[in-house]
């Protein structure tokens, strides 16, 4: 499975951004898909993530109830908007594909997901 993320830039304090994953290789209804952030010096931080075959969304804590995350089965991409942005909100965006053999629990951390998108960088301003 091949990802190619893009969509990041520079944002104002309390602006919003749409990030997009494209998928190649595989299905993205047969796929759990996840976004993830890294913040320099900071450890990989789970964002969000959509299940396969349409079984729900989850998000981190720090991001509910400002960003959503979606999928278009006919472009074959997950999009991240992400509204009411802050500044701790600048990172880079990776997204990644997990196996519907994955483990629930791990869908939360990097172990549930075999493979990485290159990145995109968001940067909030205040």
């Known amino acids: 499975v091949q990802l190619q993320a893009s969509g990041g830039g520079l944002v104002q304090v309390g602006g919003s951004l749409r990030l997009s994953c494209a998928v190649s290789?595989?299905?993205?209804?047969?796929?759990?898909m996840g976004w993830f952030r890294q913040a320099p010096g900071k450890e990989r931080e789970f964002v969000g993530g959509i299940r396969w075959g349409g079984r729900g969304t989850y998000y981190g804590d720090s991001v509910k109830g400002r960003f959503i995350i979606s999928r278009d089965n006919a472009k074959n991409t997950i999009d991240l908007q992400m509204n009411s942005l802050k500044p701790e909100d600048t990172a880079i965006y990776f997204c990644a594909a997990g196996s519907t053999r994955s483990i629930l629990s791990e869908l939360w951390t990097p172990r549930g997901y075999a493979d990485w998108g290159q990145g995109t960088l968001v940067t909030v301003s205040s």
């Open positions: 290789g595989s299905t993205i209804n047969t796929l759990n």
